[in-house]
């Protein structure tokens, strides 16, 4: 029996700038399992996440380009419709790196099983999946977060960013969070209780914002915007401050590379230390973040926002709309 199958490609590379509507295509191909790829899979939730933009570009990766014309990947959560491997029966919850298309066909080994949980099974592609992941291990790992501290977080009212600023709040920190539209600013203040939070878009000039609101300096850095916010947030740095380099988002699709950093003298006068960090080098340590992450969202002690976009056509404005700050909380398609 073959099904169609509908997926998300990539016309051309995207070197520089934003992404356009134009740059993807639906396309649509018959499906049928085989000896090899013995499983059929419907796709019920796709992740949206900024390192795709990476993909989009021939330039050299932690992970290679998307190819032209054919599926785009991402993580997924599914459901098996049909299956001839001992391992996997029909209506099995699975996560697979087989998103942006509807419908696919692969190996057991492609699948990892899910278990049924007592929240929404998309939760398993936000605080219980790589971008919780994400923010646990940055903030305790390589960020090396203590109570009582301070810690400036950038787009904050994005999956990780919120997440980090929960945790921290939990573990009795002080938390400034920086975000880019009024109403996420609400959120954060008036739901996730941060310390301070501001519209950076609304700041004329950061370096005096910083010094304004928070005179006694940072701990803790955690970035996810890079460039020129990376460059004023050094100035507040504490003496032995920490920054966590997590993304880059606001040079993802600069039209020029900028200048870089002009005040390295202040990491040396302060002594900082400034660490980068992929999550997938960390695969093997989810403990003890499922342990704890449960229970935090158990307790109401962490809470999440989605932005939902239905249907696999709407996959590609979902992306744009990402790379726009549109979300509130994690970008999701749902099937
Ligand atoms: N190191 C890792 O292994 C790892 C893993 C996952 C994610 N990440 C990184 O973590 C960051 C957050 O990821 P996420 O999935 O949680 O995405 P997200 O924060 O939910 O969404 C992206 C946000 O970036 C902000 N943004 C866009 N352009 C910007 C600009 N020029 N300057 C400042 N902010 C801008 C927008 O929010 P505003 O409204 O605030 O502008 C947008 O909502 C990204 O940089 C991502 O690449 C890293």
Redesign the pocket.
């Known amino acids: 029996m073959s099904v169609v199958s509908k997926y998300v490609s990539l016309k051309n590379y995207i070197p520089i700038g934003l992404p356009k509507e134009t740059d993807f295509e639906i396309k649509s191909k018959e499906i049928s399992i085989n000896d090899e790829k013995n499983i059929l899979v419907s796709n019920s939730w796709i992740s949206v996440?900024?390192?795709m933009r990476a993909r989009m570009t021939e330039r050299k990766n932690y992970k290679p380009p998307f190819k032209i014309g054919e599926e785009m990947e991402g993580y997924a959560i599914g459901k098996v419709e049909l299956s001839n491997d001992k391992d996997f029966s029909v209506g099995d919850l699975v996560f697979s790196s087989l998103g942006m298309r509807d419908k696919f066909i692969c190996s057991s080994d492609e699948l990892k099983k899910l278990k049924p949980i007592d929240m929404p099974i998309q939760s398993y592609l936000g605080p219980l999946g790589?971008?919780g992941h994400?923010a646990y291990i940055?903030l305790f790992k390589h960020g090396e977060l203590k109570s009582g501290q301070t810690i400036l977080v950038?787009?904050?009212?994005?999956?990780?960013?919120?997440?980090v600023c929960q945790i921290a709040k939990n573990l009795g920190c002080k938390v400034i969070a920086?975000?880019?539209?009024d109403e996420?600013v609400d959120w954060l203040k008036n739901e996730l209780k941060v310390d301070h939070a501001f519209n950076?878009?609304k700041v004329k000039n950061l370096i005096l914002h910083f010094k304004e609101i928070c005179p006694d300096g940072f701990d803790l850095y955690f970035d996810?915007?890079?460039?020129d916010?990376l460059e004023s947030a050094i100035f507040q740095m504490k003496t032995y401050g920490r920054i966590v380099?997590?993304?880059?988002?606001?040079?993802?699709?600069a039209t020029n590379p900028g200048s870089g950093l002009k005040n390295m003298a202040y990491v040396l006068v302060k002594r900082l230390t400034i660490k980068?960090?992929?999550?997938?080098d960390h695969d093997n340590e989810r403990e003890p973040f499922e342990t704890e992450m449960s229970k935090w969202l158990a307790d109401g002690k962490i809470k999440f926002k989605e932005t939902i976009y239905e249907g696999i056509e709407n996959a590609p404005k979902s992306f744009i709309d990402?790379?726009?700050?549109?979300?509130?909380?994690?970008?999701l398609v749902k099937i």
């Open positions: 996440d900024p390192y790589m971008t994400t940055g950038s787009s904050a009212g994005g999956s990780v960013g919120s997440t920086s975000t880019g539209s996420k950076y878009k996810n915007v890079g460039g916010f380099i997590c993304g880059r988002i606001s040079q993802m699709n980068g960090f992929l999550i997938f990402l790379l726009n700050g549109k979300n509130i909380g994690k970008m």
